[in-house]
């Protein structure tokens, strides 16, 4: 048998890293975690590190003590190392599970060294754009999404050229405010966003599924993976999240994937694929799935999602500056500088404020991004002093 393919996984003390930790570890014959990072959690990426003894870890900043620290192995600090472990020459597959902007210098890293590029960071692809397509023709690595949504259109096209496909459906929950009328939505608290009706998951996205600003990222993330123009993009809700999106062909026909809800097998898929590996994962009963309903977008009450389309359709650094915009927005919300309408009356002003231009290079929209925050945070006001993860 051959050896275990080593995997980097960025963003290892997150909810997409911590079930991908439980991928590999059911697969040890396959695959091992060779490096683990993460932002701040200190404590839990060293036991992590206890666990899984990997080459090296990477923690983007420099704690303040390495008091109580048990893994005695090789620590390495900075956001640097983060993209440098992206492109390690001696790790083939690289998960980013990194949250927002953040995880773009990573994409590019692991795309222009060859990798096979396990992406749950949406972001980095969005905001990026081209330049992460380019980086991944010029490197020759493999980017395999790891949103349900998109690995389950990879797995319905099955090789097939997106020529033959007439439009993708992409499957919405609705999120956690699906009934609630809109006059109520000022209302909302980060509690009532944070409880997300069918999946588990880090705050940022857990918020923009709230919003439907994920759906949003998710219509530029299936346009730009599966080069398929936005009028061929459709949305649909589906609040029992069982079926996990679809593709209609030229002649009508239509192909679905289907499962319980769990992250674990688009993950699985994305550090095996093309290959299916066995698993114990709960087989899908259809009778116990029960009737699967389907919704109409409540666009009109949810403008996250048509600012994030249009800023997809306009292109170049619009969806940079949507990105960002909404970035600073999700976190001022959480910390109640920000009521729920005020996210996307936010990011439309930030938006409206930076006319769309085309993207010469990273530092180029690391500018975008960096103008377009502070001009959010001038509405809104920075960051509490750095607490949790997410902080950038
Ligand atoms: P999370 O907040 O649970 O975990 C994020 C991880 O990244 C942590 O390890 C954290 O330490 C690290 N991190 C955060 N900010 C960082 C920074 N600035 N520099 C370095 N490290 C940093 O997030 P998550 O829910 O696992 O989501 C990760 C990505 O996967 C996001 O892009 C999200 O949209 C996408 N995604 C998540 C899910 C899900 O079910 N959670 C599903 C689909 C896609
Ligand atoms: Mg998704």
Known sequence: MSEARRVAVLGATGSIGGSTLNVISRHPERFGAAVLTAGRRAAALDRLAMRWNPDYVVLSEVPESTAGQGWQGDWRYGTEAIALAAADPTIPIVMNALVGFA??????AALAAGKQLA???????????????AAAARGGGDLIPVDSEHSAILQCLGGRHTSDVHRVILTASGGPFREWPASRFSTIRPEDALAHPTWSMGDKITVDSATLANKALEVIEAHLLFGLEFDRIDVVVHPASIVHSLVEFNDGSTVSQLGHPTMEVPIQYALSAPEHLPNEFRSFDPVDAGPLEFERLRREDFPMFELGVEAGRSGGTAPGVYNAANEVAVRAFLEERLD??????????????????PVESLEHLVEIDAEARSRAHDRVGTPLATRGDSTP
């Open 103 to 108: 995880g773009l210098e990573s994409t590019l």
């Open 119 to 133: 992406l749950a960071n949406k972001e980095s692809l969005v905001v990026g754009g081209e330049l992460v397509l």
């Open 340 to 357: 729920f309408p005020g996210i996307p009356a936010l990011v439309e002003r930030v938006l409206s404020s930076m006319p769309a231009a």
